[in-house]
């Protein structure tokens, strides 16, 4: 059965023949596509994925444009660019993960080639709304008030650029926020690769993902317990939205970094859930 997938502007076009993918079995192979959230990039995943092979699965870490190996793009941030970067390494029954600001992302795209994505994993993440921007998705409650756009009190651990951009002002900053539970080397390794994040769509332009919140995929959530970047009532409200239990790590914000093999171990673990109700798209 042939699903033809359209993404992008009128010029922009993937074309994909697919089948339906199936429901799997927790030992059956697994791939991967794990995306990283603001400030980080592919490489925050370099101890998971030869965990995730260990238990035999494949998995492919992905750069948004600006990160990681990309950090020389300084193109003011697109929907299309970041979708993009996901939609073209995506191969039928992939499971998209996102962390923190990823879970925007593999929502996106998701969006873009639902028939490719057997199941989305929300690490930590943050959950678009229909017809509000980013930054309003995250800051509202749930009863639709819009809160403290700083809720988790990240503006003062940044240092905020001329050319609009900001990043993490210092390894201590990075420490106290994403990486507590980690040694001094990989606190000190990690912030030297952080980089800046920089204004655009993402920030200022509401979204539409009608094909998301139709397709009803299966999905996941994982709450660290020891966050200190996602406050724990957006992690109730994000699972809640999602129609599902949450999973656990007792962890930073940064599990991939402190706890690989227990994080692998979940992720596995969490492609056998189902959810528990609808996807609420508001």
């Known amino acids: 059965m042939a699903c033809w997938q359209r993404f992008g502007n009128p010029v922009t076009i993937w074309l994909t023949a697919c089948d339906p993918v199936r429901g799997r079995e927790g030992g059956d192979h697994v791939r991967f596509v794990l995306v990283h959230g603001g400030f980080h990039g592919a490489w925050c995943w370099e101890r998971v994925i030869p965990e995730l092979r260990r238990l035999g699965h494949a998995a492919v870490a992905v750069d948004l444009p600006g990160h990681g190996e990309r950090r020389h793009e300084t193109a003011p941030t697109t929907f299309e660019g970041r979708t993009r970067a996901i939609v073209e390494v995506a191969q039928p029954g992939d499971v998209l993960v996102g962390h923190s600001g990823g879970g925007f992302d593999i929502t996106h795209a998701a969006d873009a080639v639902p028939g490719l994505i057997s199941h989305l994993c929300y690490l930590a993440a943050g959950l678009p709304r229909e017809g509000r921007t980013w930054p309003e998705a995250m800051a509202m409650r749930a009863d639709g008030t819009i809160g403290d756009f700083d809720a988790a009190g990240l503006l003062g651990h940044l ?50 993902l009608p094909s998301f ?57 969490a492609t056998t859930t189902t959810p528990i109700g609808p996807l609420n798209p508001g």
């Open 159 to 208: 240092t905020f650029h001329e050319d609009g951009s900001m990043s993490v002002a210092s390894a201590q900053a990075a420490r106290e926020k994403f990486f507590h539970d980690c040694d001094d080397d990989t606190v000190q390794r990690a912030f030297e690769r952080l980089c800046a994040e920089r204004g655009g769509e993402t920030s200022a332009t509401p979204v539409s």
């Open 213 to 269: 919140w139709a397709a009803g995929l299966p999905r996941s959530f994982i709450r660290c317990r020891q966050d200190r970047a996602q406050p724990r009532w957006n992690a109730d409200l994000v699972a809640e939205r999602l129609g599902v239990s949450q999973l656990e790590i007792d962890s930073s914000h940064s599990p991939f970094l402190s706890r690989p093999r227990e994080l692998a171990q979940l992720l596995v673990d």
